[in-house]
């Protein structure tokens, strides 16, 4: 059997920066890391949406990245 130990997380969100001359979208991205293994997901969409809410531009996504070891 495989143990894991979790070792950090980041939140990543995604934000459209604009539309290039094709109408695509344009993507910045902001990286928070150093989550600790506490957080739920509630809680981190939570603090994603009222960081957002600071920003001028839109919110396109949220996504969490672990990093486990597994031995």
Known sequence: ????MFLGATLRLKYI???NE????????KTYRN?????????????ATAIASLSSQPLDS???QETTDLS
């Open 17 to 19: 920066a604009g539309h």
């Open 62 to 64: 949220v996504a969490k």
């Open 1 to 4: 059997m495989a143990n894991t």
């Open 22 to 29: 094709k109408s695509e979208p344009i993507f910045t991205s």
């Open 35 to 47: 989550l600790n293994n506490s957080h739920t997901a509630e809680n981190l969409l939570a603090v």
